[in-house]
């Protein structure tokens, strides 16, 4: 949901993009998998957040495409919980839900696509955006049909939106690469990956080259370590059969992180174009080698018989898990970026279910003060937290003298906290960023080819020796920090934690 302040500032941006390209004012927006989860939970509430806020193009238009008969008042039954309808709403709500049609047809027949298109050349002459919200396995044949008969006509152009996972390995994501490039443009397609659309993902540009103060110390002579972590305090929720056939590595490391950590290392970019801003990304990936076993962590949740409800469930308790399942659902491994700006300085992923809170949070842990002039041990190291989620805020971590008589040091810090800072802000949603950038054709926040390449390459050589040698996980009670043992992989490579200091969420009343 967009802050009001700012909507009348997109909205031109919106119609600027619009008008210079030369591409008229009416849009389809085809939501194929219209029945599905996504396209329920995310997707069609999406959809209603820009429109109710004006931030989409005049002229738009939804179709919704599925194999259900259904009916748009079946769709609108399934996804108005949760849409955050608001009081007051409800006549825009109307509005909303008259520009949608659904049709309803098969995704392996050319006349299913056939219809679907007949229904979007009843809108007029439009420019064609297609959200692929649909399992992998179907990929394929879908592109098939799009591009056969439900491509744009004339100048108008088409933008197909492709739901993660982009594959299993190096070399099923070469084979779906491979087989989109064959049909359509790179800069028709938008790999999504919703991390890249949060309000403080987007931020790390700005910090890092927006802010003088920090250029000089960016570096290895500086850094101690990164610490790049995705926490969840819930394990798999009854979805442990689609989660084990993937596990923790595949689900949240080998994008969602690694996307973070291309941000943080990455060398400033010439300009803020997306193609400028890719090309040092994808640098940064041909940097890094596949991680060391040696160098990784892995974990699986058990029961916790003190806990509540789903605590008292290990992740083989779930029925739709295999019972002799070794799928890690906590990784911790250990990457390099082996160039001169990080050489020698770990960037320590972490991702795990069923801990002991919920975060995502980017960590950058200062060298030592050299030459310390205070009793051992007193000083503590600095370290620039970037908290993505929840309670987004950036704080430095610094040392300052204990307030009173005495000269002892005490350990504070300078801090950024959104809710305190920005009070009655509202921040969009990720999905409303991403798709929005669709809209205006730009590619910053999406992975384009040669990144899932690089990706899929640092990553496969572990997933296939997870494989062939199904190391047993190291169990860790649900509701826990984790396995002991990631721990013992940090104080490894030199991060020090001390525990004399948390970081609390400010209150936002003054």
């Not at 098939?144 to 996972?165: F, H, Q, S, Y």
Request: with cysteine; aromatic share 12%.
């Amino acid at each position: 949901m967009a802050n009001a302040d700012t909507t009348q500032d997109i909205l031109e941006k919106i119609r600027e993009c619009v008008d210079h390209e030369g591409h008229g004012d009416t849009f389809v927006f085809v939501i194929l998998g219209a029945s599905g989860d996504l396209a329920k939970k995310k997707i069609y509430p999406t959809l209603w957040w820009l429109f109710r806020d004006g931030l989409l193009p005049p002229k738009t238009t939804f179709i919704g495409y599925a194999r259900s008969k259904l009916t748009m008042e079946d769709i609108k039954k399934k996804v108005i919980q949760y849409m955050k309808v608001k009081p007051g709403e409800e006549e825009k709500l109307k509005c909303f839900f008259k520009l949608n049609d659904y049709v309803a047809g098969a995704y392996d027949k050319t006349e299913g696509f056939a219809k679907l298109d007949k229904a979007i050349m009843a809108k007029g002459n439009c420019n064609r955006l297609f959200y692929l919200a649909l399992p992998p396995s179907i990929y394929e044949v879908v592109t098939l049909n799009i591009k056969a008969v439900c491509m744009a006509k004339g100048d108008k152009w088409t933008r197909l939106i492709v739901e993660k996972p982009f594959g299993h390995d190096l070399e099923s994501s070469n084979s779906l690469s491979q087989h989109l490039s064959s049909l359509f443009k790179e800069e028709e397609i938008y790999r999504i990956d919703h991390y890249l659309g949060k309000e403080m993902v987007q931020n790390l540009m700005v910090l890092r080259f927006g802010n003088r103060i920090f250029s000089p110390i960016w570096n290895r002579d500086n850094v101690s370590s990164v610490v790049i972590s995705f926490k969840e305090p819930f394990g798999t929720q009854g979805r442990g059969g689609y989660f084990d056939s993937f596990g923790i590595i595949r689900d949240v490391m080998q994008n969602h992180l690694l996307q973070i950590l291309t941000l943080v290392a990455m060398e400033k970019p010439p300009t803020t174009a997306s193609e400028d801003i890719r090309n040092e990304k994808v640098k940064v990936l041909k940097s890094i080698q596949s991680p060391d076993f040696s160098n990784v962590v892995l974990g699986q949740y058990t029961a916790n018989p003190q806990g509540q409800g789903d605590e008292k469930a290990g992740y083989l308790d779930d029925p739709t898990v295999p019972n002799d399942s070794v799928t890690p659902t906590f990784a911790t491994a250990v990457l390099f970026v082996r160039n001169e700006r990080w050489d020698g300085v770990p960037f320590i992923l972490r991702c795990g279910k069923a801990l002991n809170e919920r975060k995502a949070e980017v960590r950058l842990q200062f060298r030592d003060v050299a030459g310390d002039i205070f009793p051992a041990g007193e000083v503590k190291r600095n370290e620039l937290v970037i908290r993505v989620q929840p309670d987004e805020a950036v704080y430095l971590k610094l040392m300052t003298k204990t307030p009173g008589m005495t000269f002892d040091t005490h350990e504070t810090e300078l801090d950024l906290s959104y809710n305190s800072r920005y009070r009655g802000c509202v921040l969009p949603d990720a999905y409303e960023r991403l798709i929005l950038d669709v809209f205006m054709g730009s590619q910053i926040h999406f992975v384009r080819s040669d990144e899932l390449y690089e990706a899929w390459r640092i990553f496969t050589p572990l997933l296939h020796h997870i494989e062939e040698n199904k190391p047993k996980p190291i169990p860790y009670k649900y509701g826990s920090r984790g396995p002991k043992e990631s721990d013992m992989l940090w104080e490894k490579f030199d991060f020090r934690y001390t525990g004399t200091y948390q970081w609390k969420k400010p209150d936002a009343k003054i």
